[in-house]
């Protein structure tokens, strides 16, 4: 069975820097297309940060802004680091596995909350 397990959300100051971790089980993610989503409230789900598969490629992933997705293949996990947050990232932070014939994983997400 696969899980996605998020970490380190939180409460960060405007500013601040904040990084989220996704442990990954069930599944190798080496192989896979990974990226970050976030749902403020109120608002659609939207991508914030992918990596592409070193064999098939589903998102752009040269355009490199305030948040960073970088993965560790012998930790089996995803992170995405956040610097210079804004109140508007305020939201639930999810983590994706993408597999090449269409199927995602998802995990249950962790609340980032900035504010003064």
């Known amino acids: 069975q696969v899980q996605l397990v998020e970490s380190g959300g939180g409460l960060v100051q405007p500013g601040g820097s904040l990084r989220l971790s996704c442990a990954v089980s069930?599944?190798?993610?080496?192989?896979?297309?990974l990226a970050w989503y976030r749902q403020a409230l109120g608002k659609q789900r939207e991508r914030v940060a992918c990596?592409?598969?070193?064999?098939?490629?589903l998102c752009d992933d040269s355009v490199k802004g305030r948040f960073t997705a970088s993965r560790d293949n012998v930790r089996n996990t995803v992170y995405l680091q956040m610097n210079n947050l804004k109140t508007d990232d305020t939201a639930v932070y999810y983590c994706?596995?993408?597999?090449?014939?269409?199927?995602?994983?998802w995990g249950q997400g962790t609340q980032v909350t900035v504010s003064s």
């Open positions: 069930g599944m190798r993610i080496d192989s896979y297309t």
């Open positions: 990596l592409n598969s070193p064999y098939y490629k």
């Open positions: 994706q596995v993408s597999r090449d014939d269409g199927i995602d994983y």
